[in-house]
Structure formats: C-alpha cells, structure tokens
C-alpha cells in the first residue's frame, strides 16, 4: 500500500510515571490502530515482545454501547485471556464497525503463544484494567490513557 | 488554589473548596515528614472522594497513604444508606487481599538453622506466581461454596480448624454472597486459583518476634520475644479481580442512569438500595470469601510444612484481617447511631475492646491489627483502640506504602542484587521472577516504623510487637 502523504510518523504508545501502577498512552491514526497499540502496550508491560513467537490465534468479538466502554472490555479481556489460556500475546489486529443504533462492535484477532516461563521473562503481572483517568481523545491522533492495576 | 491545613501534629485537613463539588473536607493522617512524601494526585484522590454522595465526616487517607485509583491507596470513606454509595474505586481490584498472622511455640533460633529448607519446603507447597494454579482443583460446586462460606467451607473441607474462625475479621466468611453475581468469566479465573498466593506484593513469609512494645496484649495474642511467627499476604485472585472489573462497567453507567456527578471514572458507584449497588455488593462478598477461604487453605499447607519439620508446632492463627473491602458497621455519626457502608482501601480495620466484631479471647484489649512490612523490613502487630471509632471509623494502615513507581524500582534495582542485600542480612528470598523482585526492593516503600508510629501517637491503634523477616516465598 502507497504510503499516505499526510500519515504521520507517530510513536506506538509510551509509558507514563505512576507511583503504584502502569500508566500509559498509546495513539493511531485511527481507532483500530489505537486500540491494537493500547493492547500492545498492556503487554509489553508484562513481557517482552520480543521473546513471543506468534504460533496461535485467539478471536474476540465485543460489543458496547461506545467506544471507551469498548476499549475498557478490549483490554480487560486481554489479561482474561492471559490468565485463563496461560498465554502471551504480541500480535493485535482490530476491526471496528458502529452499528445504527450507535453501539460499537470490535472483532478483533490476538496472536501469541502458551506461557514458557523459561523464555518469557515477567516485569510486572497486569490484574486489571482500571477506569482511573481512563479517556479517549481524537486530536491529530486518536489517543488512549490507560492506568493499569499491577 | 486552595491549600491544605495542618490540624495538629498528625492531621492535615484537604478543605471543601480545594476541589468543586467537595461533599465533606479531607483528612490525611501523616506526620510531616510523611507529608512530604504525599504526592499531589494523592490529595486530588482524597477531594474527589469527598464529592461522592452520602459521604459522612471526612474522605479519609491513613498514614501509609498513596497514588491509587479511584480512592487512593489508604483511603477510607463511610456512606450513609440513605442517599450514600457504594463504589468498587473505594474496595480495588483484589477484593480482600488481606493479612493472616500465625504463631508458634517455636524459639526462632531453632527455626534460623533450617530456614532455607523451610522456605523451599513452603515455595512448593504453595503455588506462587505467574500462571500458578492450584493443588486443590476445586469443582464449580466448590467454587460456588468458598464464594458464599469462605473460611467455614475451608474448615468443612479439612483445611484448618473451627477454632481459626473466630480469629478471622468476620469469622471468615461475609454475610450478603450472591454467587449469581459472579461472571462465568470470573468463575473460570478463580476456580483454577484457589490455594495460589499470587505475585507482586503478595508473600508468605517466617518471621521472628524481634519487639514486644505491650508485654500484657502480646500475652493475649499469644506472642513473646524471639518467638517464630508466619505471615500470609495475599487476596481474592483473579476471581476478585474479574468480578471487580465486570461490575465496574456496570456501575460506570449506572452514574449516568442516577445522575451521579463522579470526578473520576474510577468512583463509578451506585446508590445504596439500588440494583447495581446490590449486585456489586453481593458480588463483592463472594470475592472477599474466597479470599478468607484461599487463605485459610494456605495457612493449612504452611502447617503442613511446619509439622514435617517441627511436630507437633501448633501455628495457632492470631488473627486475619481484610484490607481491601467494603462492609456495613453500625458507627456513632453526630451523636446517633447509624449504619453505615466503610469503605477501606488499603486500610486496616482497627476496632477496639467496646465492639462485638472484636473476637471473645481479644475482647478486653481490641482486634489485633496487622500490618505487613514490605520485603525484607518489619511488620507490626498492633492492637485497635477505640478512639479510633471517632477519628478514622475504627480504621488504620495496612501497610508502608510504595515511594517510587515500579519502573523506576526496575530502573535502579536489579532482582538479584536485592536477593543478594538481603541475604547480607540473613533474609532467604524465594521467587519466581526476579523482575518482580526488584520492584518489591525495600527501598521502593517508605520506612514501615514511621507509618506504624503515626498510627500509634494518634491513638488509633497501640504497638504491639515488631516483626523481622527469616524469610520470604513469593510469587
């Protein structure tokens, strides 16, 4: 695909100071690439990316009434995922669709592989997804700010 | 902007006007050395708390207080029935993580020799850390009873004894479960738990009585100097933290159903009486008996280990507290007395000898209340005063409170140069991950003696004995 004169370089997502817990902000051109980097950067806050080799697919499909609310079940069921398939994940693809009604659907497909706690080396352990200054906001970017419960 | 006033040596005011929208004025409950280390979003914490509806007296934050969300970490906020919520922002994700105390008969230089032995022993006993599940493979039957009796089931599956249960903060098990609130979700993260410590700041740990403060209530807790203790933290898992987030979506509409004007999405809430509130609650309850129940399993296996070595060592438990939860307590408001829904959040109950919850063997001197050093600093045994029913709804710490974020723990410490210090000072650490290590380091939280000492100079609870770890399993 040609790149798009006005597709700005922008960086993925970055870590914020937070005393307690993870806090971060990740960005996209648009809402799927902000919610596929704000999983990305869930994860990178547990493990290495680099250490996850991408051998299985996990599908999830959601539905809300708008898109924080939806962005808050994305990654809430991304460490559900986590923990009940013992699994790590490196690869996030969304597709978003808004229904008539105004209601979201997000489907999206998470690449990763089971835990191999010889190779995956754990920073940090995700618990949950808080709602603490959690906001979406769309500038020249869409941007995502996420406190995360480690 | 509005400033924050100096009440008296350990009390500083957060006055109605430093945020809109303050229902009641805050309180903080540091030393002015601790004041310093009360970051800015702290106090913003504690003002958004003071906007909710039916807050009665103050938005409170105890002396280990700290960035959290929603609540800060420390906070407590009591809410009239009556035109009051209740919020999962002021209970957290891990619904009663808590702290369990046993003793033993055991001098701790007999313990000292086999401590690397003892710590292994307890590291496989316990399944810790990551992607741990339990030995137990409990069955959804199980599940469902732990969620509705917490420690009484554990009893009635042969971990522990009945006499333990009267040693629990609500005998273990929470009236107002209703299983039906639990997600299937929920469900399937905390059936293969159950009997895990978990990782992060959670452990168990084998400690030795260093200092007795209060030579009469040690006595009545059982506890002497040099005397080997066991110390048990950790929560609801991931049952916990999935009924916390599937509840929070709802109540995050239910603000906009009520009108509820909240400064942070975090305080989603509900009001009392309503559906949402009663829902959340039950599920909450089911959350906080698992707890009880995951650590009454545990404390059952750490007995195992103990036995295996020290026969016949009898680990009677002292006590076992909650310091993440919500409950309904009669307190005085105003000269009346009414009901009310506390809200602790990283804070102790800390009730002293005039109140019933209080058990009988304590009941003359108040609750043992048990706050838990950070890896490789002290713990302390304190005893509840019921002074404190006045100025904190009979609350205090529940623990040092983290100084520095995790990633610049993880910046300055390696996992094994702190494995390494503290093996300087004879601490054995076991853990899964060194990464995680770091981020625990002792440094990261703050001197857990002062915390203590505020609580002790304000009255709202008595030192009683000083713990030092042996050594710690964690996750």
């Known amino acids: 695909m040609p790149v798009r004169p006005n597709y700005k370089w922008m960086m993925p997502f970055e870590y914020l100071e937070h005393t307690a817990d993870v806090k971060f902000r990740a960005y996209g051109h648009c809402p799927e690439e902000m919610l596929s980097n704000a999983a990305a950067a869930l994860f990178k806050a547990m493990v290495d990316p680099a250490a996850i080799n991408i051998t299985e697919f996990w ?58 706690l010889k190779r995956h080396a754990f920073e940090n352990e995700v618990k949950a997804v808080t709602l603490h200054q959690f906001q979406i906001t769309k500038n020249d970017l869409w941007c995502i700010q996420v406190i995360l419960d480690v | 902007m509005v400033d924050i006033i100096k009440i008296s040596d350990n009390i500083f005011e957060v006055p109605i006007g430093y945020r809109p929208g303050m229902r009641v004025p805050g309180r903080i409950f540091v030393s002015q050395e601790l004041r310093e280390m009360v970051e800015p979003g702290t106090i913003d914490q504690v003002a958004n708390v003071a906007t909710l509806p039916g807050i009665v007296k103050y938005s409170m934050a105890m002396p280990d207080a700290h960035l959290g969300y929603g609540f800060p970490i420390g906070g407590v906020a009591a809410f009239r029935e009556e035109g009051g919520v209740i919020s999962p922002g002021g209970v957290g994700f891990d619904i009663n993580c808590g702290v369990r105390l046993l003793r033993s008969d055991i001098e701790a230089k007999s313990v000292q020799p086999l401590i690397n032995t003892l710590i292994s022993a307890l590291f496989e006993a316990v399944p810790s850390g990551l992607g741990a599940t339990g030995r137990l493979h409990a069955t959804d039957q199980q599940l469902t009873e732990a969620f509705m009796a917490g420690s009484r089931w554990a009893v009635e599956e042969g971990y522990g004894f009945e006499a333990d249960l009267a040693h629990c903060e609500e005998n273990g098990h929470m009236a107002g479960a209703d299983p039906s609130q639990v997600s299937v979700k929920a469900r399937k993260r905390g059936r293969p738990q159950l009997g895990t410590l978990g990782s992060g700041n959670h452990f168990l740990e084998i400690q030795r009585v260093e200092e007795i403060f209060d030579e009469d209530v040690a006595r009545k807790f059982g506890l002497f100097k040099g005397q080997t203790t066991i110390m048990i933290h950790c929560g609801s898992r991931g049952a916990g933290h999935q009924i916390c987030t599937d509840h929070l979506e709802v109540l995050a509409r239910a603000v906009r159903k009520y009108n509820i004007d909240i400064p942070d999405k975090q305080l989603a809430c509900a009001p009392l009486g309503s559906p949402e509130a009663r829902n959340y609650f039950g599920g909450m309850v089911c959350a906080a008996n698992y707890a009880w129940a995951n650590r009454h399993i545990i404390a059952h296996w750490t007995r195992e280990v103990f036995e295996r070595y020290f026969p016949g060592s009898n680990l009677d438990l002292v006590y076992d507290v909650a310091h993440n939860v919500a409950k309904i307590e009669e307190h005085d408001v105003d000269g009346r007395r009414e009901q009310l829904y506390v809200h602790r959040k990283g804070a102790t109950r800390a009730f ?38 006045d100025l904190t709804f009979g609350s205090a710490c529940h623990g040092a409170g983290r100084v520095m974020s995790r990633s610049q723990a993880t910046r300055m410490f390696a996992g094994k140069d702190v494995k390494a210090a503290l093996n300087k000072y004879g601490i054995v650490v076991k853990a899964t991950s060194p990464g995680m290590l770091a981020e625990e380091a002792p440094q990261v939280y703050k001197p857990s003696g002062d915390v203590v000492n505020v609580v002790h100079s304000l009255g709202i609870a008595t030192k009683v004995a000083k713990l030092v770890p042996l050594g710690v399993s964690k996750g």
Not at chain 2, 352 to 368: I, K, L, M, W
Request: hydrophobic share 40%.
């Open chain 2, 352 to 389: 002293g000898p005039s109140r019933r919850e209080v058990p009988d063997a304590y009941r003359n001197v108040g609750q043992p209340v048990l706050i838990p050093g950070s890896m490789g600093t002290p713990s302390y045994v304190l005893c509840g005063n019921d002074q404190a029913l």
């Open chain 1, 59 to 116: 599908n999830v499909e959601l539905e809300a009434q708008d898109l924080e609310q939806l962005a808050y079940q994305w990654l809430s069921e991304i460490v559900f995922l986590f923990e009940t398939e013992s699994a790590v994940f490196a690869s996030f693809t969304v597709g978003l669709k808004q229904n008539a009604n105004g209601t979201w659907r997000l489907e999206g497909k998470i690449g990763g592989e089971r835990i191999d």
